[in-house]
Structures are given as C-alpha cells and as structure tokens.
C-alpha cells in the first residue's frame, strides 16, 4: 500500500537551490577580496572545497591544503570568523537580490505537502541567516512558518555527515526516523540522513553529480515537473515507482515509501 511520509525533511545547500556555485563560492571571494587577501575560489576548486561541509571548516581545510597562504596570518581563527560573517552578508545581498531560485520541482512539492498536513523541516549544517534569506526571497516571509523545524549550524555545530543535526529533528518531531523521508543533494548529507536510519532520496546537481551516492533509496537529476520530468538515476528503491511517475510528488513517494 502506497504511504506518504508523516514528515519531510529538507536539506537546503544543492537540494532547495543551487546556492554553492552562484551564491556561497562568490560570497566567499568578494570577502576575500575585500580583506585584501590573493585568494579567489574558481567554479572547479570550490567543487573540491565542498568536499568539507561548513563554511568556516571550509577555509581552514584551504588553508591547510595551502601553508603559503597561512603562513603571515597570525590569528587564524578569528581571520576565519570574520570573513564567513562576511561571506554571509553576501550571499544574503546576492539571495536577496533575487539571483539564486528555488530548484524546480520544490515549490510545488512543498505546497502539496503543506495541503496533504505532510509536516515540513529543514536539517541543514549552512548559518540559520542563509536559509531565512533563500525562503524569504523564493517563497515570501510567510515561508518560514510553513516548516515546524529549521534545524540549521546556528543549533547543531556538529556538521554534516554527523547525523547530529537529523537526530535534533527527529527528537523534536517525535517520530521514527522510517515515518520520514530525508531530501538530499551530496554524499555528506547522505551519509549524515542515513546515519539517523533516514530513507532518502538524492537530487544531484552539478557538484554532486559524481558523488558515491549508490545507498540512497532514490536517486534523481531533480524533483522534476509535470511538463519537464525528472530522471530516474538509481537508488536501491527504485524499481518501486511505476513507469509512468514523471515527477516527485506525493503519489510519487507513497510508491517509494510503500514495501
Ligand atoms: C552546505 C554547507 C554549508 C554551505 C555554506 O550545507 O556545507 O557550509 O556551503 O554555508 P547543506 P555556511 O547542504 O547541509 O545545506 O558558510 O553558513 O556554512
Ligand atoms: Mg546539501
């Protein structure tokens, strides 16, 4: 029999938007540049970077990879603290500034969801004032309350692939983590869902498109359309949805969820 899940649970960095590319990686780089530092993140090194999860994890493990450029910084922990705050007001001037969409598909699977009484979180290890401005720019400020749970760095420091973060929604759900399905985009967030025993379903994008991403129960290209469908890519669930489903949408994960 085919069953909704009970709760939903997003990822928000490759999942709802495209944010690593277009919004974060030049966030990074305009407070690079304005503290006067050489360094500058191309579209293929940041592919790389994106291998460590958490914005600040992420320009120590540059810098680690690059002793010449840590050589003359004297204090970097707070160099690191200051420049993500940076980075942040960025990406939420590029965010805001209406330059980063929702991935196709999410809208309208959120609002069905919203309309079926699918209860709606968010697990992300990206800064709380990142997710409200994508959700405020996309969706309007209305948004925000659509989601019981936004679980975001600012609660749960422990970055994914700890499931810390899915554990926090879990708790507060008060639900099984089988009633629930996990929406991801990368190996970390695959390993940080299943890790809290969470079904899920990978949509990949261009960083994350050869990611080991075969435990996933699904695997797509995106949530898809009725008029521009989705590809199936894999997953050990698969088979379970029938020819006909173009797109992902409530029928669609009653025949994933259903054994
Ligand atoms: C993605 C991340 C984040 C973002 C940057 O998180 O790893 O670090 O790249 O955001 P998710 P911060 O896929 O879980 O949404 O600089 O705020 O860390
Ligand atoms: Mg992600």
Redesign the pocket.
Known sequence: MDTKPVAMIF?????LAD??RDG?RPAFNRAFADAGLDWNWSVEEYGRL?RV??????MRAYLQGSPEKAKDINDIDSLVVGL?EA??RYYGEIVRGGEIALRPGVERLLLEAREQGVRLTI?????RS?VVALLEANLGVASLDWFEIIAT?DEVPD??PSPAVYDYVLEGLGLDAKDCLALE??Q??LRSAQAAKLPTLVTINGYTRNDALESAELIIDQFGEPDAPMQVIGGVWADRLASDIRCIDLKALGQLLSD
């Open positions: 990822d928000v960095d490759g999942t944010t690593e974060h994106l999860t958490g914005g600040k994890e992420r993500h980075k942040n697990a992300t290890t990206t800064t990142n760095a970055k994914k985009d990368s970390n967030g």
